[in-house]
T-cell receptor
């Protein structure tokens, strides 16, 4: 079974631009979560989607948004990019989104560099 | 709110020596606890997890961890380090009511000396 895939793997943007990152979960997984990883702040939860609905949200400004499609694929968008948005963005998928523990499987990430 | 503290951002061990990575958490409800490993330019891979039941959990690659509620700790150990263990390790906590939201510690980078 194929793992979580994220596209693109690398991205360079300039301040003020917007960017869209894509995540395809493992087949059959319905929950997708996004995390930001930076040297200064570490790994931080952005949001989680389950059945096309945002179930949980971290403490990020409204410039960060996401969505999930009916096939469980998810996208996250960052508008008006700032230098501090440079990070590795990780996506994780799991079978379900609530209740008992559901193992999350992480993708390789998208490395975003903002110049 | 939950939080995770990993003592030591860098740990250096000799090949064949014990690996001990420390993790303390705070949680107002019974937590789920995890250790993940990250190799350069890769995502996170689950090493082991504690949800309920036996407090000593065994994971992949010879790692194990013990949940100690009284000490709010979940330290990761491996009896004998291998060169391939060089990576960054993250302790994380979640709880049933939080869906799949993971709260991570700051990470510990392990260097293995030959």
């Amino acid at each position: 079974k194929a793992g979580v895939t994220q596209t693109p793997r690398y991205l360079i943007k300039t301040r003020g631009q917007q960017v869209t990152l894509s995540c395809s979960p493992i087949s059959g997984h319905r929950s997708v979560s996004w995390y930001q990883q930076t040297p200064g702040q570490g790994l931080q939860f952005l949001f989680e989607y389950f059945s096309e609905t945002q179930r949980n949200k971290g403490n990020f400004p409204g410039r960060f948004s996401g969505r999930q499609f009916s096939n469980s694929r998810s996208e996250m968008n960052v508008s008006t990019l700032e230098l501090g948005d440079s990070a590795l963005y990780l996506c994780a998928s799991s079978l379900e989104g609530s209740g008992d523990y559901n193992e999350q499987f992480f993708g390789p990430g998208t490395r975003l560099t903002v110049l | 709110a939950q939080s995770v503290t990993q003592l030591g951002s860098h740990v250096s061990v000799s090949e064949g020596a014990l690996v001990l990575l420390r993790c303390n958490y705070s949680s107002s409800v019974p937590p789920y606890l995890f250790w993940y490993v990250q190799y350069p330019n890769q995502g996170l891979q689950l090493l082991l997890k504690y949800t309920t039941g036996a407090t000593l959990v065994k994971g992949i690659n010879g790692f194990e961890a013990e949940f100690k509620k009284s000490e709010t700790s979940f330290h990761l150990t491996k009896p004998s380090a291998h060169m391939s263990d060089a990576a960054e390790y993250f302790c994380a906590v979640s709880r049933a009511a939080a869906g799949n939201k993971l709260t991570f510690g700051g990470g510990t980078r392990v260097l293995v000396k030959p």
